[in-house]
């Protein structure tokens, strides 16, 4: 789910974090202190080929995945995911993961979902899956009570989003709505449906499972069909696969842009260093305290809540996310202000798949 997020508004040294880590050490958190180890996360770093990311063996990494983007590409989408199915099929093991992911365009207009939605077919060691997911305009966390939205909107286009893909791509899933949420449900048993990325009115994904690797590949272009322009982004996500099995995902298509992301094992005061490595191409994220809100905000609405670090673009700054709001939007924003010691602003994170 797309949470509740704020940055500072101007850049921070990595000396102003740790000032800020020792100010919610005073406040009486439990926040990072320099030589603490923890998970960092490396997202959107685009590599000029496969030996830089050695750069980053000093440290222990997980879920490290290798994209391939394609911009602007409007080739054969069948024939795409085949090329990689063939590829994958040759280096599978049960830690490897394979998936396409295309855009997709919602023909009706909606209030409450942008009309650029995604989805991906992929491929894991016994099963091919198709996904599909839409994207809010505004954060809706799940119980979200401060600031109620328009319930019959959101239903209304949840609904149609979900039924216009489920219709093209001749799923067998039935969209209904349970205690004002919309709720999907499938006849097909030995068939594994999963729901996933929910805000208050239901989930913003689903994802359908088949022992049949090319079950969906046909109707899943035709859903790739309703996007009346070549697709800005086409992104291949390989996870798990060796060197030589990336190298050779690569002569697929030489020329598509290379990015990595992985969670990533360190000493606070070493993401500096890390963060060096990237030369402004990608982001890192780190968490420096996390705690509940009724903590200090005992008259507000229970909400979780992450003060942690963000580096893009060879810049520092702090970040606040939220699951939902403990106060009014106004008043949430000042007490983090005195919080943190520094200036916000409201900045959720781009969508993206």
Same mark, same amino acid.
């Given at each position: 789910?797309?949470?509740?997020?704020?940055?500072?508004?101007?850049?921070?040294?990595?000396?102003?974090?740790?000032?800020?880590?020792?100010k919610?050490?005073?406040?009486?958190l439990?926040?990072?202190?320099?030589?603490?180890?923890?998970?960092?996360?490396i997202?959107?770093?685009?590599?000029?080929?496969?030996?830089?990311?050695?750069?980053?063996?000093?440290?222990?990494t997980?879920?490290?995945?290798?994209? !391939?983007? =394609?911009?602007?590409?409007?080739?054969?989408?069948? +024939?795409?995911v #085949?090329?990689? @199915? /063939?590829?994958?099929?040759?280096?599978?093991?049960?830690?490897?993961?394979?998936?396409?992911?295309h855009p997709w365009?919602?023909? !009706?207009p =909606?209030?409450?979902?942008?009309?650029?939605?995604? +989805?991906w077919? #992929?491929?894991? @060691? /016994?099963?091919?899956f198709?996904?599909v997911?839409?994207?809010t305009?505004?954060?809706i966390?799940?119980g979200?009570?401060?600031?109620?939205?328009?319930?019959?909107?959101?239903?209304?286009?949840?609904?149609e989003a979900?039924?216009t893909?489920i219709d093209?791509l001749?799923l067998p899933?039935?969209?209904?709505?349970?205690?004002?949420?919309?709720?999907?449900?499938?006849?097909?048993?030995?068939?594994?449906?999963?729901?996933?990325?929910?805000?208050?009115?239901g989930?913003?994904?689903?994802?359908?499972n088949?022992?049949?690797p090319?079950?969906?590949?046909v109707?899943?272009?035709?859903?790739?069909e309703?996007l009346?322009?070549?697709?800005?982004?086409?992104?291949?996500?390989?996870?798990?696969?060796?060197?030589?099995a990336?190298?050779?995902?690569?002569?697929?298509?030489?020329?598509?842009?290379?990015?990595?992301?992985?969670?990533?094992?360190?000493?606070?005061?070493?993401?500096?260093?890390?963060?060096?490595?990237?030369?402004?191409?990608g982001?890192i994220?780190?968490?420096?305290?996390?705690?509940?809100?009724?903590?200090?905000?005992?008259?507000?609405?229970?909400?979780?809540?992450?003060v942690?670090?963000?580096?893009?673009?060879?810049?520092f700054?702090?970040?606040?996310?939220?699951n939902?709001?403990?106060?009014?939007?106004?008043e949430?924003?000042q007490?983090?202000?005195?919080?943190?010691?520094?200036?916000?602003?409201?900045s959720?994170?781009?969508?993206f798949?």
């Amino acid at each position: 789910m797309r949470e509740h997020r704020w940055e500072s508004i101007s850049p921070l040294s990595f000396a102003d974090i740790l000032l800020v880590a020792e100010k919610l050490r005073q406040a009486g958190l439990t926040s990072m202190h320099p030589e603490k180890e923890m998970i960092t996360y490396i997202e959107e770093w685009e590599v000029t080929d496969l030996d830089e990311i050695g750069q980053l063996e000093p440290w222990p990494t997980e879920d490290v995945t290798l994209l !391939h983007v =394609l911009d602007q590409w409007k080739g054969d989408f069948f +024939l795409l995911v #085949g090329g990689y @199915h /063939t590829v994958f099929q040759k280096h599978q093991t049960v830690n490897t993961y394979c998936s396409v992911a295309h855009p997709w365009h919602i023909d !009706h207009p =909606l209030a409450t979902l942008q009309p650029i939605a995604w +989805l991906w077919v #992929g491929f894991r @060691h /016994t099963h091919g899956f198709i996904r599909v997911r839409v994207h809010t305009t505004e954060i809706i966390a799940p119980g979200e009570s401060v600031e109620q939205p328009r319930e019959q909107f959101w239903l209304k286009d949840r609904q149609e989003a979900f039924r216009t893909a489920i219709d093209i791509l001749n799923l067998p899933i039935d969209v209904t709505i349970d205690n004002q949420k919309a709720s999907l449900h499938t006849s097909q048993h030995d068939t594994p449906l999963f729901c996933s990325w929910p805000d208050a009115f239901g989930p913003c994904q689903f994802e359908l499972n088949s022992p049949d690797p090319f079950e969906f590949l046909v109707s899943a272009s035709q859903l790739t069909e309703t996007l009346s322009h070549p697709a800005e982004q086409v992104r291949v996500y390989l996870t798990g696969f060796s060197a030589q099995a990336l190298r050779d995902f690569n002569q697929l298509h030489p020329d598509s842009r290379l990015m990595y992301r992985s969670s990533l094992h360190c000493q606070l005061e070493e993401i500096p260093e890390i963060f060096s490595l990237l030369h402004s191409r990608g982001r890192i994220y780190g968490s420096l305290a996390e705690f509940q809100t009724t903590a200090f905000m005992p008259n507000g609405v229970d909400a979780a809540a992450i003060v942690g670090l963000v580096g893009s673009e060879g810049k520092f700054r702090l970040e606040i996310r939220l699951n939902q709001h403990p106060l009014s939007h106004r008043e949430t924003e000042q007490w983090f202000e005195q919080l943190v010691g520094h200036a916000l602003v409201y900045s959720p994170l781009p969508v993206f798949p």
